[in-house]
């Protein structure tokens, strides 16, 4: 769809992070080793961010700037990852559009109202995202100074069709009714609602980039309840919208669940790397997306709660599969769950350093 522009970095990126691990793979150059960090590396599996959680709510903890940096160094310290990942939420943008947002005990974010109608899309707010979310942006900027300049921070946001499914649905769904009643029976309100929401989700990314942010993950966590086809008519052109509306410079993740018959529809959109989940194995990912595009993933979240032997073996086949080639990041398939044994998220990185830079120096 588009032929990626060259990465120069973007005048406030250029930290001392530029030549480090991750950033190398997002612009798939060779590394030393290859590059590891974990989605939901910040989160309730560790007892530090438990013990903070216990006293403050966790929409309070993402306006707080002071506490979101130490959430976030603290995690990428303490793991020894390649990258750090702003302690935030996808659901942030969700309070400047005009609506109400909350976090439910267990139950995942509530919205309200829910946008349903040709009239709720029209009722949305634009969105001067350094104005609403100041908060945000100064947590980005105490973040980046806190964190030692050799790590990457990465920031993010939803695509289109994630953030249009939360809006519609009212929360998270089991299976997208009302969003794809949305998109089917009134395609005028969806273009319309999938339009504001790349263009305000362009600007929300490059207010990241602004306050100093190295790279962005988009999050398409949803979209794999689309077939290809209507991948392509629905969420295709407005995620692909949103990427061109982005600041060139900056490596784009492009990730999303479900997506094993979207990949190459996915790497069309945009993005200089794409996240697999597990649910493909990640040298057919690999084979199917080509030779021009990073790729990042796909260790199986749950097979953190094996052994050790297990996990390593595990860790291995990702590495096996990936070959060496250049522009691998490895992550998880998926974010890291609460319950997941510390120890072995740590173990997890060791293995994926130790074994990934003996191949490398061997010339593998
Ligand atoms: O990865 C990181 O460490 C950065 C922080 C981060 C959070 N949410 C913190 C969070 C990131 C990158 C997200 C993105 C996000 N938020 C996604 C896409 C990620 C994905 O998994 O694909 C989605 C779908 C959301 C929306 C969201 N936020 C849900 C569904 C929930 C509740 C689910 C749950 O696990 O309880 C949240 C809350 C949330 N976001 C928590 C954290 C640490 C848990 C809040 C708590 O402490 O209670």
Not at 71 to 85: H, N, S
Not at 89 to 108: A, F, R
Request: glycine share 10%; proline share 6%.
């Amino acid at each position: 769809m588009k032929t990626p522009a060259p990465l120069v970095p973007h005048p406030a990126s250029r930290t001392r992070s530029h030549d480090s691990r991750f950033l190398k793979a997002c612009r798939s150059e060779p590394v030393d080793a290859t590059p590891i960090w974990l989605m939901r590396q910040a989160g309730r599996y560790m007892k530090d961010y438990r013990d903070l959680r216990a006293r403050v709510p966790f929409l309070e903890l993402c306006k707080n700037p002071a506490l979101v940096s130490e959430i976030t160094v603290t995690a990428a310290e303490k793991l020894g990852v390649d990258a750090a990942i702003i302690f935030a939420d996808l659901l942030l943008i969700v309070e400047p559009l005009g609506l109400h947002l909350e976090y439910g005990k267990g139950d995942g974010p509530l919205i309200t109202p829910a946008v349903r109608t040709p009239a709720d899309v029209d009722r949305l707010l634009e969105v001067e995202p350094e104005q609403s979310l100041a908060y945000f942006y100064d947590a980005i900027r105490q973040t980046r100074t806190d964190l030692a300049a050799r790590l990457p921070l990465i920031g993010f946001a939803g695509c289109p069709f994630t953030m249009a499914s939360y809006l519609i649905e009212g929360g998270g769904s089991r299976n997208y009714r009302h969003t794809k009643a949305l998109m089917y029976r009134n395609p005028g309100a969806w273009r319309e609602l999938m339009e504001r929401l790349a263009r305000n989700l362009a600007r929300y990314i490059n207010a990241q980039i602004d306050a100093g942010v190295q790279a962005v993950q988009v999050f398409d966590t949803w979209v794999g309840c689309l077939g290809p086809a209507d991948y392509r008519q629905y969420a295709q052109p407005y995620t692909h919208l949103m990427l061109e509306g982005v600041n060139s410079g900056t490596p784009i993740i492009h990730f999303g669940t479900g997506t094993a018959t979207l990949l190459e529809a996915m790497r069309d959109a945009g993005g200089s790397v794409i996240g697999v989940d597990s649910h493909i194995e990640l040298n057919e990912a690999w084979r199917r997306l080509g030779s021009g595009v990073g790729v990042q993933g796909n260790l199986d979240p749950i097979a953190l709660y094996g052994d050790l032997d297990f996990l390593r073996m595990r860790a291995q086949r990702v590495l096996d599969q990936a070959g060496g080639r250049s522009g691998h990041i490895f992550n998880l398939g998926h974010g890291l769950l609460p319950d997941t044994p510390y120890e072995n998220v740590l173990a997890l990185v060791k293995i994926v350093h130790d074994v990934s830079s003996e191949r490398f120096a061997k010339g593998k």
